[in-house]
């Protein structure tokens, strides 16, 4: 339902002033609610809710009512909700905004109301809680120490093929977001831009009754994906190594490293600014390249 719902009746502002707070929510089990999520609920003035259906269903479970007036806050409304909320809490208004799952503006609405408050000077803060890209992140059993997060890909072929293979080379952890329907798809383009071996988890249904974490190699995952896989799906990919990374600047030895210098000081590079530019695209040390550079001046 996208339309504007109250629950309950009229509700004062309860702070020292107006603010927009934007709290986390479960993932699919409500008993990751926290005391705060449950206080800010029963406490503000306005919840902006992605889906005011799931919002509902929500606090049915937590068992508490919500006494503000809770407005419907989506991809399709948010630039025109965007300037009611800031003037709102210009105004002395507590506003809440919450999505379906997660964290406010992540792959979610909440990023342009955020900048604007910042610019209105009307506070933000936010209230911490369950993440599914930080829960699948440490659930994959790939590296954690370094990663990135890229969201859902685009959903057109061409555009999905295109940013895969701008990642290529990428050294972190890769999380990413998907629909069950594009899974099949979207996998098959990450063998082709990240190779058949290269190590993923498929994460299902995090914190629900069905959860799954699916590991292996992208090819066997791809394979696995081609059946039904239905729930709420993130993905994680193994960044890339350095031989990944040679690989795909066409340098997978020594000569090609040496000749790569040579050609880039025939372009007017110095020997120390070649070396480095190609260490960096090869993803070895700079002196590594710039003595093995030298040695082929000894040579020849």
């Known amino acids: 339902m ?14 020292d002033g107006g603010r927009i707070l934007l709290a986390a929510t479960p993932l699919g089990n409500a008993g990751d609610a926290s005391m705060r999520l449950v206080r800010a609920l029963q406490e503000a003035d306005v919840v902006a809710a992605e889906d005011t259906r799931k919002l509902r269903a929500l606090v049915s479970r937590l068992e508490i009512e919500v006494p503000g007036q809770v407005l419907s806050f989506y991809e399709g409304n948010e630039s025109a909700r965007v300037p009611e909320l800031i ?25 342009r109301l955020v ?12 209230l911490p809680g369950p993440s599914a890209a930080l829960a ?9 120490a370094r990663f990135a997060f890229e969201g859902f890909l685009p959903r057109k072929a061409g555009e999905r093929r295109r940013r895969l293979d701008s990642l290529a080379t990428e050294e972190r952890t890769m999380v990413f977001f998907e629909a069950p329907h594009r ?33 292996g190699e992208l090819g066997e995952l791809a394979t696995w994906a081609q059946g039904e896989v239905r729930g709420e799906i993130t993905v994680v990919v193994d960044g890339a190594s350095q031989q990944d990374v040679r690989d795909a600047a066409g340098l997978t030895s020594e000569e090609d490293v040496v000749r790569a210098v040579r050609e880039a000081m025939a372009g007017g590079l110095s020997r ?17 390249v710039y003595e093995a550079s030298i040695a082929d001046r000894r040579e020849t």
């Open 115 to 126: 900048r604007e408050a910042h610019e209105a000077g009307v506070p933000v803060t936010t």
């Open 183 to 215: 899974l099949d798809a979207s996998l098959a383009d990450m063998v082709g831009a990240f190779g058949a071996t290269r190590q993923a988890a498929v994460c299902r249904e995090l914190t629900k009754t069905h959860e799954e974490v699916k590991r």
């Open 136 to 144: 699948a992140l440490v659930l994959s059993g790939l590296p954690v």
């Open 87 to 111: 003037e709102r809490a210009a105004h002395g208004a507590q506003v809440l905004v919450v999505t379906d799952a997660g964290m406010p503006s992540v792959s979610d609405p909440g990023f």
């Open 272 to 288: 120390k600014d070649a070396a480095a530019s190609v260490a960096e695209a090869a993803g070895l040390s700079k002196r590594q």
């Open 2 to 15: 996208r339309q504007d719902d109250r629950v309950g009746g009229s509700h004062s502002s309860t702070g």
